[in-house]
Protein backbone atom coordinates (compact mmCIF):
# COMPACT_ATOMS: atom_id res chain seq x y z
CA UNK A 1 0.00 0.00 0.00
CA UNK A 2 1.08 3.32 -0.73
CA UNK A 3 1.56 6.56 2.03
CA UNK A 4 -0.22 9.47 1.60
CA UNK A 5 2.14 12.45 1.30
CA UNK A 6 3.57 14.15 4.21
CA UNK A 7 1.59 17.23 4.94
CA UNK A 8 2.98 20.28 4.71
CA UNK A 9 2.05 22.06 8.02
CA UNK A 10 1.44 25.98 8.21
CA UNK A 11 1.44 28.37 10.78
CA UNK A 12 -1.87 30.25 10.24
CA UNK A 13 -0.86 33.90 10.51
CA UNK A 14 -3.47 36.87 10.60
CA UNK A 15 -4.22 40.12 9.17
CA UNK A 16 -2.37 43.16 10.74
CA UNK A 17 -5.59 45.44 11.48
CA UNK A 18 -5.18 48.50 9.51
CA UNK A 19 -5.12 50.96 12.75
CA UNK A 20 -1.44 49.70 12.89
CA UNK A 21 -0.20 50.04 9.23
CA UNK A 22 2.50 52.95 9.06
CA UNK A 23 2.13 53.52 13.09
CA UNK A 24 4.75 53.75 15.69
CA UNK A 25 3.69 51.30 18.47
CA UNK A 26 4.30 50.97 22.22
CA UNK A 27 6.61 47.63 22.67
CA UNK A 28 3.84 45.51 23.63
CA UNK A 29 1.38 46.53 20.91
CA UNK A 30 4.75 45.54 18.63
CA UNK A 31 5.31 42.20 19.99
CA UNK A 32 1.40 41.66 20.05
CA UNK A 33 1.44 42.36 16.51
CA UNK A 34 4.68 39.91 15.85
CA UNK A 35 3.01 37.67 17.57
CA UNK A 36 -0.15 37.73 15.36
CA UNK A 37 1.00 38.06 11.87
CA UNK A 38 5.11 37.85 11.68
CA UNK A 39 8.11 40.34 11.79
CA UNK A 40 7.93 40.65 8.06
CA UNK A 41 4.84 40.97 7.84
CA UNK A 42 4.90 43.81 10.35
CA UNK A 43 7.95 45.26 9.37
CA UNK A 44 6.30 45.24 5.38
CA UNK A 45 2.70 47.25 6.84
CA UNK A 46 5.93 50.12 8.09
CA UNK A 47 5.17 49.53 11.59
CA UNK A 48 7.57 51.24 13.89
CA UNK A 49 8.44 50.32 17.47
CA UNK A 50 8.64 53.29 19.80
CA UNK A 51 11.21 52.53 22.43
CA UNK A 52 8.63 53.50 25.22
CA UNK A 53 4.62 53.70 25.57
CA UNK A 54 5.13 57.81 25.60
CA UNK A 55 5.73 58.11 21.49
CA UNK A 56 2.97 60.12 18.29
CA UNK A 57 -0.45 58.85 17.36
CA UNK A 58 -3.00 59.84 15.17
CA UNK A 59 0.07 60.38 12.13
CA UNK A 60 1.26 63.02 14.71
CA UNK A 61 -1.51 65.02 15.57
CA UNK A 62 -1.76 63.50 19.02
CA UNK A 63 0.80 61.77 21.83
CA UNK A 64 0.25 59.10 23.90
CA UNK A 65 0.14 59.45 27.32
CA UNK A 66 -1.14 58.12 30.73
CA UNK A 67 -3.58 61.03 31.20
CA UNK A 68 -4.54 63.90 28.93
CA UNK A 69 -3.96 67.62 29.45
CA UNK A 70 -7.34 69.79 30.42
CA UNK A 71 -6.80 71.21 26.55
CA UNK A 72 -6.81 67.43 25.17
CA UNK A 73 -9.19 65.12 24.04
CA UNK A 74 -9.04 61.15 24.37
CA UNK A 75 -8.97 59.91 20.76
CA UNK A 76 -10.01 56.47 21.38
CA UNK A 77 -9.83 55.33 18.28
CA UNK A 78 -6.19 55.56 17.65
CA UNK A 79 -5.42 55.12 21.49
CA UNK A 80 -4.64 51.55 20.00
CA UNK A 81 -1.68 52.18 19.27
CA UNK A 82 -0.36 53.70 22.76
CA UNK A 83 -0.29 50.67 25.12
CA UNK A 84 -1.57 50.83 28.15
CA UNK A 85 -1.51 54.65 27.77
CA UNK A 86 -4.00 56.69 25.62
CA UNK A 87 -3.56 58.85 22.25
CA UNK A 88 -4.25 62.59 23.19
CA UNK A 89 -5.28 65.08 21.10
CA UNK A 90 -5.70 68.96 21.26
CA UNK A 91 -9.81 70.44 21.05
CA UNK A 92 -10.28 72.47 18.31
Known sequence: PKSAPPKKHREK???IPL???GATVSPTVWAWL???AS?????????IRASSD???CANNRGW???S?????YIDYYN????????CCRPNN
Do not use: D, N, P, Q
Open 39 to 47: AAAVATAGI
Open 34 to 36: VGL
Open 68 to 72: CFSHE
Open 54 to 56: SHS
Open 79 to 86: SAVCGRYR
Open 64 to 66: CRS
Open 13 to 15: RFA
Open 19 to 21: VYL
